[in-house]
């Protein structure tokens, strides 16, 4: 192939066969996160839950 470069950006393009590439970084980071959030979640329903003992909010709504 030469040293074709795109006209737009100046990339070099990239053939159609080319190897994939190592996800192993991606991979790590997505579970990272899915698993954060599955442990954020309860954290945050009790956070902004009511508590029983005074009910749904009622410093703010009472008047």
């Known amino acids: 192939m030469g040293?074709?470069?795109?006209?737009?950006?100046?990339?070099t393009p990239e053939p159609r066969d080319?190897?994939?590439e190592d996800n192993t970084e991606l991979n790590d980071m997505t579970r990272s996160l899915?698993?954060?959030?599955?442990?954020a979640l309860p954290v945050s329903v009790i956070a902004m839950g009511a508590d029983p003992k005074y009910g749904p909010a009622t410093e703010?709504?009472?008047g």
């Open 3 to 11: 040293s074709c470069t795109d006209p737009k950006c100046g990339m």
């Open 18 to 20: 080319a190897p994939s």
């Open 34 to 39: 899915r698993v954060g959030a599955v442990l």
């Open 60 to 62: 703010f709504t009472s």
